[in-house]
């Protein structure tokens, strides 16, 4: 037991030094780590990481982020530009009008689903993983394709 001791203090000072070492340190890594977390949080924000406000109605971030969605949640059924495909009806059709199936009836059928009523289609399931800034810009986006193919809001 007389040769373990000596290296039982070794090691017990070493642990001190490392401890002396570390409480020595502590005071500059500490503010040196909050600098890099406050920087690493501002270049993502500057980024569009974070904090963006949603597109302002009708512009053209609106418009571009609901074609974007569209094409990657509605185009497969409702077909390229909303005009139709195999599975989904032509939402560029006069049935689709403001005034015959408003906003409130995309976002409806966005988050329920519905059955379908004008066409022989198989009924649209919902759409649950967009967030409300994804429905209003796919909603301006298919308004905007209407306006363009009526030259207007009605056809």
């Given at each position: 037991?007389?040769?373990?001791?000596?290296?039982?203090?070794?090691?017990?000072?070493?642990?001190?030094?490392?401890?002396?070492?570390?409480?020595?340190?502590?005071?500059?890594?500490?503010?040196?780590?909050?600098?890099?977390?406050?920087?690493?949080?501002?270049?993502?924000?500057?980024?569009?990481?974070?904090?963006?406000?949603?597109?302002?109605?009708g512009s053209?971030?609106?418009?571009?982020?609901?074609?974007?969605?569209?094409?990657?949640?509605?185009?497969?059924?409702?077909?390229?530009?909303?005009?139709?495909?195999?599975a989904g009806?032509?939402?560029?059709?006069?049935?689709?009008?403001?005034?015959?199936?408003?906003d409130e009836?995309?976002?409806?059928?966005?988050?329920?689903?519905?059955?379908?009523?004008?066409?022989?289609?198989?009924?649209?399931?919902?759409?649950?993983?967009?967030?409300?800034?994804?429905?209003?810009?796919?909603?301006?986006?298919?308004?905007?394709?209407?306006?363009?193919?009526?030259?207007?809001?009605?056809?």
């Amino acid at each position: 037991m007389s040769a373990e001791r000596p290296h039982a203090r070794q090691a017990a000072a070493a642990r001190a030094r490392a401890r002396r070492r570390n409480q020595r340190l502590l005071p500059i890594l500490v503010p040196v780590a909050v600098v890099a977390v406050a920087a690493a949080v501002a270049v993502l924000v500057a980024a569009g990481g974070g904090g963006d406000a949603p597109p302002e109605p009708g512009s053209p971030e609106q418009l571009a982020l609901g074609e974007e969605v569209f094409a990657q949640n509605c185009a497969t059924c409702h077909g390229e530009a909303a005009r139709g495909g195999l599975a989904g009806p032509p939402l560029v059709h006069e049935i689709y009008a403001p005034d015959h199936h408003p906003d409130e009836a995309i976002r409806t059928a966005i988050a329920r689903g519905v059955e379908p009523h004008h066409w022989d289609f198989a009924a649209m399931p919902p759409i649950p993983n967009l967030d409300a800034d994804e429905v209003e810009a796919v909603i301006a986006y298919i308004r905007a394709e209407q306006r363009a193919e009526w030259g207007g809001d009605t056809p």
